[in-house]
């Protein structure tokens, strides 16, 4: 089973409306990274959030994450056109063999209209 | 800049044929990995290294093998074992592994018929 699952799998919004995307997970977690990818593309980093943490801000990106409900969310605001893309989220958890794993959702794809 | 190169962009095999798929950083970190993509799914770990001369198995790395002789280098080699080696191939590297930011290289997309 998926140990984190974004909500929804594709979202269409107009331009200058915000954008929220959900990730669920399964087990506990050190961390809660949100990645973007373009088309073709690779992934780039966007935000990390400690299992401590429960709101971070990067520009008009803002993420949220409760532990007790094993969930996270990402809002963009004030979406462009170009923010069109992807976007997945990553838990970063302990293995029984105690090791470190990140493990990435199956992303949202994002479709914003000009 | 520094950054992640893999090449090529597109590669394109016949079946049967062992492929390797290049992966150089230029970031001096410690740990890199492979993951692959298939559409509409997310990444799925396939090798990864936390130092020179070691490497990990992920979660499928039947039919792959990797190398990690230097620091930047991490070639991942598709073998003829791999039953679906058609997909998306991505290779990061993070500072210092575990659970630490990952940067990612552009990816080559792999067709084997």
């Known amino acids: 089973s998926q140990q984190g699952e974004e909500d929804p799998q594709a979202l269409s919004i107009q331009e200058g409306e915000n954008a929220t995307m959900n990730c669920s997970y399964k087990t506990s977690i050190n961390n809660l990274q949100w990645y973007r990818q373009n088309s073709g593309r690779g992934l780039v980093h966007l935000i990390l959030?400690?299992?401590?943490?429960r709101e971070k801000h990067s520009g008009r990106l803002r993420v949220t994450l409760d532990t007790s409900k094993k969930s996270s969310s990402l809002l963009i605001t004030a979406s462009r056109a170009a923010d069109t893309a992807s976007y997945f989220c990553a838990t970063g958890l302990l293995t029984q063999g105690g090791s470190e794993k990140l493990v990435f959702g199956k992303g949202t794809k994002l479709t914003v209209n000009p | 800049d520094g950054g992640i190169t893999q090449s090529p962009k597109y590669l394109f095999r016949k079946e049967g044929q062992n492929v390797t798929l290049s992966c150089e950083q230029n970031?001096?970190?410690?740990?890199m990995y492979w993951y692959r993509q298939d559409p509409g799914q997310g990444l799925r770990l396939i090798y990864y290294s936390q130092i020179v001369n070691d490497f990990q198995k992920g979660d499928i790395a039947e039919g792959y093998s990797v190398s990690r002789e230097k620091k930047e280098s991490f070639p991942l080699t598709v073998t003829s074992a791999q039953k679906n080696p058609t997909a998306f191939y991505l290779c990061?590297?993070?500072?210092?592994?575990?659970?630490?930011?990952?940067?990612f290289g552009n990816g080559t997309r792999l067709t084997v018929t």
């Open positions: 959030i400690r299992s401590n943490e």
């Open positions: 990061a590297s993070s500072p210092k592994g575990g659970t630490s930011p990952l940067h």
């Open positions: 970031l001096n970190h410690d740990a």
